[in-house]
């Protein structure tokens, strides 16, 4: 087929690679425009799908919008017979949507119609959800409200939103390929009214540990937010990442420390932190930073 893509992020790196090897025909890829970045946060950064991209030699556009006449009219000229869509980014206009013969298919993040929206994959390890998975969707004008044309489940068991979000993009990325190598197998299924949920955009501030939750809560927090933006604590006026974490038995006054090992006493039950990363430096096994930076029991954690 000819294929326009759509994507920004890494998770959407895995799907792009495996729709050119499965021999499709990337007549464009579309991402979001490159950002400051870099070790001095100047130089403009292109993003993963952009550099996946453009190691292939495919054309790379990035538009700030797809709103004007002249993007649509551009988007249209490619005469593609679908588009590809994984964490693009951008708000695609009905213009967009219908250019394509086939129309857009979007690879999304969960099980819909549980966790519409931008933060899929964390949304579903704070609420403790047993599985997740992948939806290959129509898409439509509505957030993520398409008819459904596949879906995946995996277990998410003691996994990170980083480790999610790979087997994700891989098992999403194989998934997108046979649905359309088979595409007339697959009818649309109306989403079910029922089980709708929603995965706003995560927040910094939802990143900072609140020790009167239970021990579980935090632990699934500390997973959610690993690698970014990293649950934390602050000691001392001084900002701690909690990296990993294991729920333990044990009770106290919540965010105080039962013993020398970091095992902060939680809501319920409490937390022993097992990997940190102090502000600036690197990241360390809790052990390692005990050594040189202890905190006795007792200690107050904020």
Request: hydrophobic share 45%.
């Amino acid at each position: 087929m000819r294929i326009i893509f759509m994507g920004t992020p890494d998770f959407a790196v895995p799907a792009l690679e495996a729709l050119a090897e499965a021999g499709h025909t990337i007549v464009a890829v579309y991402s979001q425009p490159p950002r400051p970045g870099g070790r001095r946060g100047r130089e403009l950064t292109p993003t993963p799908v952009h550099k996946a991209a453009e190691a292939r030699g495919f054309e790379v556009r990035t538009p700030v919008s797809l709103r004007g006449a002249e993007e649509q009219d551009a988007f249209a000229a490619l005469e593609a017979d679908v588009a590809i869509v994984a964490a693009y980014g951008l708000i695609l206009p009905q213009a967009i949507l219908d250019a394509p013969r086939l129309g857009c298919l979007n690879i999304h993040a969960s099980i819909l119609p549980r966790w519409r929206g931008a933060a899929p994959i964390q949304r579903a390890i704070l609420a403790g959800d047993p599985t997740t998975g992948v939806t290959i969707m129509q898409m439509e004008a509505g957030l993520d409200t398409g008819p459904m044309l596949a879906t995946l489940r995996t277990q998410i068991e003691s996994k990170t939103a980083g480790e999610l979000t790979d087997e994700l993009a891989e098992r999403g990325a194989q998934l997108m390929v046979g649905t359309l190598r088979d595409l007339a197998l697959h009818r649309p299924v109306t989403q079910p009214e029922e089980g709708v949920t929603y995965a706003k955009k995560i927040e910094k501030a939802e990143a900072r540990i609140d020790f009167s939750q239970g021990a579980d809560v935090i632990e699934r927090q500390v997973r959610a937010f690993m690698p970014a933006p990293g649950a934390f604590f602050e000691l001392e006026g001084e900002r701690y990442k909690v990296l990993a974490a294991k729920v333990v038995e044990g009770s106290g006054t919540p965010g105080v420390t039962l013993d020398d090992a970091l095992t902060i006493a939680c809501g319920s039950l409490a937390l022993r932190v097992t990997r940190i990363q102090r502000a600036g430096k690197p990241a360390m096994d809790t052990c390692d930073l005990l050594r040189g930076r202890p905190v006795p029991t007792g200690t107050a954690i904020a």
